[in-house]
């Protein structure tokens, strides 16, 4: 017999507060945790050397607001619809430059001493050529000029909205740095529960060293900013509480951060958004009672080089970008325009369907309140999204299966990609803007070349959903590429991809040399042409794509993993009930990079 659940204890929070003023309400919360565990257990052994568990720093999982109604999930199987979560994900910030990775896009990096990789084998005469050098005779080389002329360029990208004088910020205090406006420790608002501050906040940032990680994690209803460089790293600087709303996704602005100012943006389950100056403790709600969009937000990026513009996906498959200090108003659709390419029909007569609807465009001159553009992409969630490094492009993956490479500068739709099975979850961008990773519920990672606009090699190697994906810039060159990838399957995976060493399969070759001959033998076929027509890609089979097998797999942690990042002396990643671990990189590798750096 199925029993209904017991309703909340208190219906509002008037009601919780009340209580609480009559020492009623009892708050049960633990606090962070951190151990060193050794063993051979704790060792990720790959070629460089090993990696050794450092540190394992465990989140407190805060209890359910006791107005918040108990999840019902009366059966596993069922397709009802629970409320969103995002695990454990960390925004890492330094104040040092060193901490920066190296930017392989700006610079020959095949020639470059930090990098500890090997030269990959030659295995084609034009291999030990810089990926940049392409022969200048397409005769001769037809799919390299091709993807020559297609590559993307790079350079600096100009501003998001450049032209639109609507856009431009008031003059009055125009050089003064703002600030968000209430204080969060003293909120009475009914979305915040509370704020907990360090009392010796001050000394603790004083003290830090300047080259030191400040992380901010989220975990359930809770938010916590963290300072990594500490010894007594598992007391956090702030802890926020939320009432009912879950933090899924935020990301740090690092165009105004300073010694003394760091802007964050939080997005909620809810749909609202948060800006949030941590030094100051003042913060100020976006999207407030979700009037723009009342869906969670999946993911949050502020949009580079920009101080106030930053880009939301959510999960009704819309994109939005909002400024920080501009009001918000219900928003309506201000125009029905359908970007598309002009030739609407394949080869195959088959009609194209690939769009974007744009109900808010960033060159419209209303822009005294939010949003400043506003995309609509699909029906189903956008799961996740990247910039490219060039600052000209993102890639967009959906619950749908596909990735979207966009020009957002331009608002326009370039490629559309569909995965193997399943839904596409996370995606990421080569150092040098070459690839993009995707991972998701097929259990493989996609490599795409954004240049050749193909598929380049599913890897396989995970046994569950692939949940972050993450490349090395400080083990990456022009040729050769080290990332990881975590999963559901609770395993932290390495793969090293090089462009010579992926052998191409038969049915692939036989593809692709009829295409180039198609293309050679029709002069009148423009590139332009070409890519509108092929705008979306089809499934490649898995007889026609190079497989990939990772250098190492190992179950790291006993929850799934949902985050990954490297740094020049760790990989740091993160499970769903907030076990944080750091993982330091390979002693002799750190010390012969150190000396060619030196030397050089």
Not at 188 to 208: G, P
Not at 556 to 565: A, R, S
Not at 569 to 584: M, P, Q
């Amino acid at each position: 017999m199925f029993v209904l659940p017991p309703p909340p204890r208190y219906p509002s929070q008037a009601a919780y507060n009340l209580a609480l003023q009559n020492g009623q309400g009892s708050i049960v919360e633990t606090s962070n945790t951190l151990s060193n565990p050794v063993g051979p257990n704790f060792q990720l052994v790959v070629g460089e050397g090993t990696y050794i568990l450092k540190e394992d720093l465990h989140l407190a999982t805060p209890p359910p607001h006791p107005s918040e109604a108990p999840i019902i999930n009366p059966n596993p199987l069922a397709t009802t619809p629970q409320p969103a979560t995002a695990g454990t994900k960390l925004s890492l910030l330094s104040f040092s430059s060193r901490a920066n990775p190296p930017l392989l896009y700006r610079a020959e990096t095949n020639r470059s001493t930090r990098s500890a990789l090997q030269t990959s084998i030659q295995e084609h005469p034009n291999e030990s050529r810089s990926s940049t050098e392409f022969p200048g005779s397409s005769e001769e080389n037809g799919s390299l000029a091709s993807s020559a002329k297609m590559a993307i360029s790079i350079g600096s990208a100009p501003a998001f909205g450049e032209g639109n004088a609507s856009l431009l910020a008031p003059t009055k205090d125009a050089g003064k740095r703002r600030k968000p406006k209430n204080n969060i420790a003293k909120s009475n608002s009914s979305f915040i529960s509370r704020c907990i501050v360090s009392e010796n906040l001050s000394k603790r940032l004083l003290d830090r060293p300047a080259d030191g990680y400040f992380a901010f994690a989220n975990i359930n209803r809770a938010f916590q900013w963290l300072d990594l460089s500490a010894s007594n790293k598992e007391e956090h600087l702030t802890k926020i509480l939320f009432t009912k709303g879950h933090c899924l996704c935020h990301d740090i602005n690092q165009v105004t951060k300073a010694v003394n100012h760091i802007d964050l943006i939080m997005g909620f389950s809810t749909g609202e958004i948060i800006w949030f100056e941590p030094m100051s403790q003042k913060y100020t709600r976006l999207n407030k009672n979700g009037i723009i969009n009342s869906t969670p937000v999946s993911e949050i990026r502020w949009i580079p080089g920009s101080e106030n513009l930053f880009l939301a996906a959510h999960m009704d498959g819309s994109l939005v970008v909002y400024d920080k200090e501009k009001d918000d108003a219900a928003f309506l659709p201000e125009e029905q325009d359908v970007i598309a390419p002009e030739s609407s029909e394949s080869e195959d007569n088959v009609k194209v369907t690939a769009k974007i609807h744009i109900d808010k465009s960033v060159h419209s001159k209303n822009q005294k309140v939010n949003p400043v553009s506003f995309w609509k992409l699909s029906n189903q969630r956008i799961n996740a999204f990247a910039f490219s490094p060039n600052n000209r492009h993102i890639a967009v993956v959906s619950e749908d299966g596909t990735l979207r490479i966009i020009d957002y500068l331009k608002e326009q739709l370039l490629d559309i990609y569909q995965s193997y099975y399943g839904g596409f979850i996370c995606v990421c961008w080569s150092p040098d803007g070459k690839y993009v990773l995707t991972g998701g519920q097929d259990d493989l990672i996609s490599i795409w070349s954004v240049t050749e606009r193909s598929i380049v090699a599913r890897c396989q190697g995970h046994q569950s959903w692939v949940t972050a994906v993450c490349f090395d810039p400080w083990r990456c060159d022009d040729r050769n590429y080290r990332f990881g990838s975590v999963g559901e399957d609770c395993r932290l995976l390495l793969w090293d991809f090089s462009v010579g060493m992926l052998h191409r399969p038969k049915a692939r070759e036989q593809t692709h040399n009829t295409n180039t001959s198609r293309i050679r033998s029709n002069s009148s076929l423009s590139a332009e042409s070409e890519r509108e027509s092929t705008i979306q890609h089809p499934v490649e089979p898995r007889a026609s794509t190079a497989m990939l097998p990772p250098v190492m797999s190992k179950a790291i942690d006993d929850d799934p993993l949902c985050w990954l990042e490297f740094t020049e002396e760790s990989i740091i990643t993160s499970c769903k009930s907030g076990h944080i671990r750091t993982w330091d990189r390979p002693k002799d590798a750190t010390n012969k990079s150190e000396v060619a750096s030196s030397t050089s």
